[in-house]
């Protein structure tokens, strides 16, 4: 394997200076000339008719300067999808989850704003509300949606080779149901963002937004505006995890309100606000029905699965197809029918969450897998292993998976956590779990999808990169100047990282499903040659060579194979500059397009490159007293293709695992029979700390994925898809207790204890 | 009714005409233009905001800024001389404890007092410590790592 | 409902006790004493109590430090931080139970800026210093415009947010009496995550065995987060005292306290497990103690 010099190397986040002397810039840290303040009216009410909402008295209100609600925008729906328009950026007729914005003030500094919201009346008929996929279902139920008529937002179908046959070959089947329940995304920035009109009323947003292509298009819908009327600019964004991709009334108010007034409006959230009426994980309730040989081999998998996700689709249909499509992996599965729907209801609006709805479907199959096992008498790591998807394998619906390192991964966490010494001498109250995930590196949700990445190359001989892929703290800037180094034969620090500004970044499809390391980073790759062709074809004549011949390394320039015929990388770019007029740049664009576009109906095709695997093992300690569980140590075994940044990727495999374990064992957004949120206070939603987080350990797979930039695969999402059921199993391993309701709580785990001594 | 107040931050003293509902975190963040400190809960549960006020830690969201008169106040601002970082600082950069850096500020500065007083921790005691300030980025081991090697690094 | 800025209001920060008390006479229901602000100010964001005058005591000195009395007990000032608690050597060897709440409440951030007398005084019945300083018979040293009174913590507490000071009292300090021979104390609390929660249940147990160290002739068992107040369990401690403490009476003591709680069922936990948790932590705050005892 070639040897890379900035590739591979822990070097220091290009942002980490700035981060930590407390000088990174976020939304919410944003000033301007003559700014107003803007905050929102929520709504109390989960289903409700809006009869009237009289602004006259807080208009009145000394330095209040405007106050809109949903009438004040032309009333066009956006969606993630054409079929799924089901979005405003304010509600006109209806409020429908609790704390919907359904007016904005701006006004001279944040205590009028706030006075003026007091004085704004709003009249309601209150609805029945919808809060649970059964409520939605059940037959006459209210309608959340008035344009719908019914519930069901969305719903796949899928059949991938003989089901009927593999359970026929089936020596044991056993079917499951399992649940989740809504938890919150839980990043530390609240939403925040400052919008600007100029006098063209061309707009200016800087918001904390995890993929500002996607709020850009969005919002110029629903603004009926061009594109070129609004120019989006990323400060810092404090972490997304796929709940900030869309706009939001934060977004679509600040930008009217500035609209109206002609002056900045900021708009920042308190944290309860993000908590109570922003985006959550889909609530599921699925149910699993697995065929497997008397080895473990698995023959067939039948899924049902119904996500309940607020009053609006979001990206719920992507959940929808995730969760059946990648039922394909990580396991070799021949056939797979699946059923999966998502449902309209009275609760906050859904997006996703880290690593996706895979998060949810391998918590439901390693958990099945693990039920398995143990009725069968088959070890847990020899049953994982059996059924690891290998490199070069064809899924059932049509996946190829290049390379898989799974084999590896499972070995080394099992060693790294002492499983075959754990099963000689078993510790009272101790278990481990395994799970295994793999999360692909990006799909082709649509023809659009694609990356752009443009290097300047500056006189002093410096490269400033750009590109549509935006940081929020995963580290994907350093991962591109990284590579861009790599390829250039630069020293990493001679890579500056330009900032996102839709005026001068070519805009990507997005930052999420683990697709920015793989398709920018080959972006970067691409536009790093380009620079390069560029730059050979004005030095190779004074080195009487071909501009093909010319090779970039250490610094210099040179002919292939005598690096002493050549010259500094600084004088080639003095020579671009100051003999040939031609200040350079350099432009790369990068898509799968050798794989299939989603099939929606089908879920069928080539769908993805580049899947990352892991294996994760949990050890935990349950107390039988009080059900509480204990994360003791989680080793994670990785493979991510080539690390590009093995630092970078650990935080990323690591916070991914304690992520999930909020997810598994304390967080849920609650509700009343009304709709209202019951704990949107970090008091009672209950993140991990730093003491509830267990030790962590990834053990790197080195392997080479053949389209992914320098070998690598997209990274960081696979540890949240394995870490929910490596607890649950580990918490059967250590009471005998199996918990297929999430969150696992120690009243749960107590009731199970009790049911078992009683048998 | 506004209250004339002097407030000492980082060093240097500021006198302040404030209104005496203002929290220090706003203060610090509207009235000075100190952002580092970060806001998010606004009720004392994500550390966030954490300054130290006599070299202990404390929610910046939950002081008053009157009340701060008197006392030294250092925020993430206040750490670095010129370029060179505190020993903390330099760790978090060194161990790849940032991620999106929102919790950042604030786990530094726990960080900071934390090991003024025990310099020689085990990890349990810095999760203990920093366990007021969430982070959901890093799954906090590489911060552990980071203040486990500042640590060090002092003796 | 959401969490605002902080309303207007008045601030005053007098320099004695009485200075305190007069502002209060002068701004009546209007006017409202601070401590930490940890509870108040949170209060005032959600717009729970809105008063326009804050009488800060945090500029009274009087109302700080932790000192050891003449005859051997302790005194901690109600303006004392849980921070000095914490690190006080003093409570940790005399006064241990409240040091073990004290360890295990809030966080670093909050514990520098919480007082001891703020938490009693905001009365939420999950406080974690109250059944500690139950079970370590502590008194309340309270100052009035009518002079001074002394009530056992105990009888501080008459409801959710609400105890015996009236008006413009205030709580000056906290009494805990000197430790008797072969006496010791525990307090144990469960929590949903291990740091920055409420107690759904916290318990103080303190024990006094006789001079073989063989049979309990005293005992004080305290609970918090399972009744409107903390509470003291009397029938816990009947049953300890004049026995060995053993499995035996420890099981019987603890399923006693599961008896007498009476929580109610919350977003925490349901009032069953509450119960049966209040079992387990009276079990392991009595053998907590005892651990203490035998320590020496």
């Known amino acids: 394997m070639k040897t890379y010099s900035v590739v591979g190397k822990s070097v220091e986040r290009t942002d980490a200076r700035i981060k930590v002397t407390g000088q990174a810039y976020y939304a919410g840290d944003l000033t301007a000339p003559g700014m107003l303040h803007g905050k929102i009216l929520r709504s109390p009410l989960a289903h409700g008719r809006i009869l009237n909402i009289d602004t006259s008295k807080a208009k009145a209100l000394p330095g209040v300067m405007a106050v809109i609600t949903g009438r004040d925008f032309p009333g066009i729906p956006f969606g993630t999808r054409p079929d799924i328009r089901d979005q405003l950026p304010m509600p006109i007729t209806k409020v429908h989850h609790f704390g919907e914005g359904v007016a904005a003030v701006a006004a001279v500094d944040e205590d009028t704003a706030e006075e003026a919201l007091d004085l704004i009346k709003v009249d309601y008929e209150e609805l029945p509300v919808v809060l649970t996929a059964e409520d939605a279902l059940a037959p006459g139920a209210p309608l959340v949606n008035e344009f719908k008529n019914s519930n069901i937002a969305y719903a796949s179908d899928f059949m991938f080779g003989d089901v009927e046959k593999g359970f026929k070959e089936a020596y044991y089947i056993k079917e499951e149901k399992f649940s989740s329940q809504r938890v919150s995304v839980g990043f530390i920035e609240p939403h925040a963002c400052l919008a600007q009109v100029d006098s063209t009323g061309r707009i200016l947003l800087q918001g904390s937004k995890q993929s500002p292509y996607i709020t850009w298009r969005h919002m110029c819908r629903a603004l009926d505006i061009p594109l070129s009327k609004m120019r989006i600019v990323n400060p810092f964004v404090g972490g997304g995890f796929s709940g900030k991709h869309d706009p939001f009334d934060v977004d679509f108010a600040a930008v009217r309100l500035a609209q109206i007034t002609g002056r900045p409006v900021k708009i920042v959230l308190n944290y309860d606000e993000v908590l109570a009426a922003y985006r959550q994980r889909n609530a599921m309730d699925a149910k699993l029905r697995i065929g497997v040989k008397k080895n473990g081999e698995i023959t067939a998998l039948y899924a049902e699965n119904i996500l309940e996700g607020g009053p609006i689709s979001g990206i719920g249909p992507f959940n929808i197809y995730y969760f059946g499509a990648f039922l394909n992996i990580p396991y070799k599965i021949p056939a797979i029918e699946y059923h999966g729907k998502l449902v309209y209801s009275n609760r906050a609006p859904c997006g996703t969450v880290r690593g996706q709805e895979i998060v949810l479907a391998q918590f439901c199959i390693d958990s099945l897998l693990h039920m398995v096992g143990e009725d069968l008498g088959i070890d847990q790591v020899e049953l994982r292993a059996i059924n690891a998807v290998p490199s070069n394998w064809v899924c059932a619906n049509g996946i190829v998976v290049d390379v898989s390192g799974l084999s590896e991964c499972i070995e080394k966490a099992s060693e790294k956590i002492g499983w075959k010494e754990s099963r000689k001498e078993k510790k009272e109250g101790r278990g481990i779990g395994f799970s295994c995930a793999s999360h692909p590196s990006g799909p082709r949700l649509g023809g659009h999808f694609g990356s752009a990445v443009m290097l300047k190359l500056l006189e002093d001989g410096q490269v400033i990169i750009t590109q549509g892929a935006t940081e929020i703290g995963q580290g994907s800037n350093t991962v591109f100047c990284q590579m861009a180094a790599e390829e250039l034969g630069l020293p990493f620090e001679y890579i500056i990282q330009g900032v996102s500004d839709s005026d001068t970044t070519i805009f990507d499809s997005g930052m999420f499903g683990d697709r920015a390391t793989y398709w920018d980073g080959n972006a970067t790759i691409a536009a790093a040659r380009d620079l390069k062709k560029q730059l050979a074809e004005i030095v190779a004549p004074s080195l009487n060579a071909k501009p093909e011949e010319i090779e970039f390394e250490n610094k210099r320039v040179f002919v292939r194979g005598e690096p002493a015929r050549g010259m500094d990388w600084l004088q080639a770019v003095r020579k671009a500059y100051y003999e040939k007029g031609a200040p350079l740049y350099g432009r790369g664009n990068w898509a799968a397009l050798d794989i299939d576009i989603v099939d929606w109906k089908t879920g069928k095709g080539n769908l993805v490159h580049g899947l990352d695997f892991i294996a994760t093992a949990i050890e935990v300690a349950v107390d039988r007293e009080t059900g509480q569980v204990e994360l003791i140590k989680a080793v994670h075994g990785d493979d991510a293709g080539q690390p590009i940044n093995p630092a970078m990727l650990e935080g990323q495999v690591n916070g991914g695992s304690a992520h999930m374990s909020g997810h598994a064992l304390w967080e849920e957004s609650l509700y009343d029979e009304k709709g209202r949120v019951l704990n949107y206070s970090w008091r009672d939603y209950k993140q991990p700390t730093a003491m509830d987080a267990p030790e962590y350990h990834v053990e790197h797979i080195h392997t080479h994925d053949p389209y992914g930039p320098f070998g690598a695969k997209g990274a960081g999402e696979a540890s949240s898809c394995s870490t929910i059921a490596a607890i649950a199993n580990g918490i059967y391993d250590a009471i005998g207790v199996r918990i297929k309701e999430l969150p696992i709580t120690p009243e749960k785990i107590l009731k199970g204890l009790k049911e078992k001594e009683g048998k | ?155 | ?296």
């Not at chain 2, 500021?14 to 009235?31: A, G, K, N, W």
């Not at chain 2, 903390?88 to 786990?107: R, S, Y």
């Not at chain 2, 007083?117 to 005691?125: C, G």
């Not at chain 3, 007098?14 to 229901?29: D, F, H, Q, V």
């Open chain 2, 1 to 155: 009714m506004k209250q004339d107040i002097t407030l000492k931050v980082n060093g240097i003293e500021y006198h302040l005409s404030i209104e005496p509902q203002r929290t220090l975190v706003e203060v610090l963040r509207d009235t000075l233009g100190l952002t580092g400190t970060k806001k998010s809960c606004n009720e004392g549960e994500c550390g966030a905001c954490t300054v130290l006020m006599d070299d202990k830690p404390v929610a910046s969201c939950l002081v008053l800024a009157v009340s701060a008169q008197g006392k030294e106040i250092t925020t993430i601002e206040g750490l670095a001389k010129d370029t060179k970082l505190h020993p903390v600082q330099e760790a978090f950069v060194k161990k790849t404890a940032i991620q999106c850096g929102f919790c950042t500020p604030g786990m530094v500065m726990v960080a900071k007092a934390f090991l003024a007083e025990n310099p020689k921790p085990t990890p349990a005691q810095v999760r203990k410590a920093i366990s007021g300030n969430l982070c959901r980025c890093t799954g906090y081991q590489q911060i552990v790592d980071a203040i486990m090697a500042a640590a060090e690094a002092n003796t």
């Open chain 3, 1 to 296: 409902m959401f969490i605002r800025r902080l309303p207007k209001f008045e601030y005053h920060a007098p320099e004695s006790i009485e200075g305190a008390i007069n502002l209060k006479l002068t701004y009546g229901e209007d006017g409202r004493y601070i401590a930490g602000g940890t509870d108040l100010l949170i209060a005032m964001k959600k717009r729970e109590v809105t008063p326009h005058h804050l009488i800060s005591l945090s500029n009274i000195d009087t109302l700080k430090g932790i000192s050891m009395a003449d005859d051997g007990g302790i005194r901690i000032g109600a303006m004392t931080t849980l921070g000095e608690i914490e690190r006080s050597e003093l409570v940790k060897r005399y006064a241990t139970p409240l040091w073990d709440a004290v360890d295990v409440m809030a966080s670093t951030q909050i514990r520098h800026l919480a007082t001891i007398g703020g938490n009693l005084c905001s009365a939420v019945p999950s406080a974690d210093s109250a059944p500690p300083l139950i079970a370590l018979r502590a008194f309340l040293k309270i100052l009035g415009p009518s002079g001074e009174k002394t009530v056992p913590v105990e009888n501080f507490f008459k409801g959710p947010k609400e105890t015996v000071l009236n008006g413009e009292e205030i709580l000056t300090s906290i009494l805990i009496p000197k430790v008797d021979e072969n006496s010791g104390g525990c307090y144990r609390k469960l929590m949903r995550r291990k740091a920055m929660d409420l107690a759904i249940v916290g318990v103080a147990a303190w024990i006094k065995l006789d001079q073989e160290k063989k049979r309990c002739i005293d005992a004080r068992v305290a609970l918090g987060a399972v009744a409107p107040t903390p509470i003291r369990v009397e029938e816990v401690e009947k049953r300890l005292i004049g026995s060995i403490i053993d499995e035996t009476s420890i099981g019987e003591a603890a399923k006693i306290a599961g008896t007498q709680c009476r929580p109610i069922t919350d977003i925490r936990a349901s009032a069953e497990y509450r119960c049966s948790m209040v079992e387990v932590f009276t079990k392991r705050a009595v053998l907590g103690a005892m651990d203490r005892i035998m320590a020496g």
